[in-house]
T-cell receptor, first 115, second 115 residues
Framework: DTGVSQNPRHKITKRGQNVTFRCDPI?????LYWYRQTLGQGPEFLTY????????KSRLLSDRFSAERPKGSFSTLEIQRTEQGDSAMYLC?????????????FGPGTRLTVL | AQSVTQLDSQVPVFEEAPVELRCNYS??????LFWYVQYPNQGLQLLLK??????LVESINGFEAEFNKSQTSFHLRKPSVHISDTAEYFC?????????????FGGGTRVLVKP
């Protein structure tokens, strides 16, 4: 089963440290999305890529956040100078750009805890 | 912009009883609608979707949802739940003509099926 994979699954870090997460989408999917889910809430959109181009960023994505998808395959999400408010589950999803609905397939997420 | 409201944050239900999870959305444009399910310690899985056509959509495991345009609702129902249906359920929308098709999620409804 070659679904969306994310690494690491869990990350504990101290405030002020930098962290990087990786997402490997389904291989033929050209769109890749990042969402953040805090406890008791639904996921919130952060950003998305079509191939290697980052086409939209949410206002939630502060300057401390950067995402890349250098070759249009895997993506990384980096958070610099982490804050306790960054503690959340970071979800990655991928989809095809063609076809109605563009339904997204989600990975298992990376749970970040900032101490 | 779209928004999604899931009116119940938690729904306890006995095994083999029916369940209804309510979802209302607001949008100034036409939307696609989705229900995702998140089992404990797992990622989001697409349960069912409404793109166009028949307003009643069904999943393979007995759930159904009905799109009601006049009431801007997309409630999820199952006539008889099983213990394995214990999970969190998220309603989501995306604009059907928009590039990117980012999802806007509701806050989720946690279903606890009791024996």
């Amino acid at each position: 089963d070659t679904g969306v994979s994310q690494n690491p699954r869990h990350k504990i870090t101290k405030r002020g440290q930098n962290v990087t997460f990786r997402c490997d989408p389904i291989s033929e999917h050209n769109r890749l999305y990042w969402y953040r889910q805090t406890l008791g809430q639904g996921p919130e959109f952060l950003t998305y890529f079509q191939n290697e181009a980052q086409l939209e960023k949410s206002r939630l994505l502060s300057d401390r956040f950067s995402a890349e998808r250098p070759k249009g395959s895997f993506s990384t999400l980096e958070i610099q100078r982490t804050e306790q408010g960054d503690s959340a589950m970071y979800l990655c999803a991928s989809s095809l750009s063609s076809g109605g609905g563009n339904f997204q397939f989600f990975g298992p997420g990376t749970r970040l805890t900032v101490l | 912009a779209q928004s999604v409201t899931q009116l119940d944050s938690q729904v306890p239900v006995f095994e083999e009883a029916p369940v209804e999870l309510r979802c209302n959305y607001s949008s100034s444009v036409s939307v696609y609608l989705f229900w995702y399910v998140q089992y404990p310690n797992q990622g989001l899985q697409l349960l069912l979707k409404y793109l166009s056509g028949s307003t009643l959509v069904e999943s393979i495991n007995g759930f159904e949802a009905e799109f009601n345009k006049s009431q801007t609702s997309f409630h999820l129902r199952k006539p008889s739940v099983h213990i394995s249906d214990t999970a969190e359920y998220f309603c989501a929308v995306t604009r059907n003509k928009a590039a990117g098709n980012k999802l806007t999620f509701g806050g989720g409804t946690r279903v606890l099926v009791k024996p």
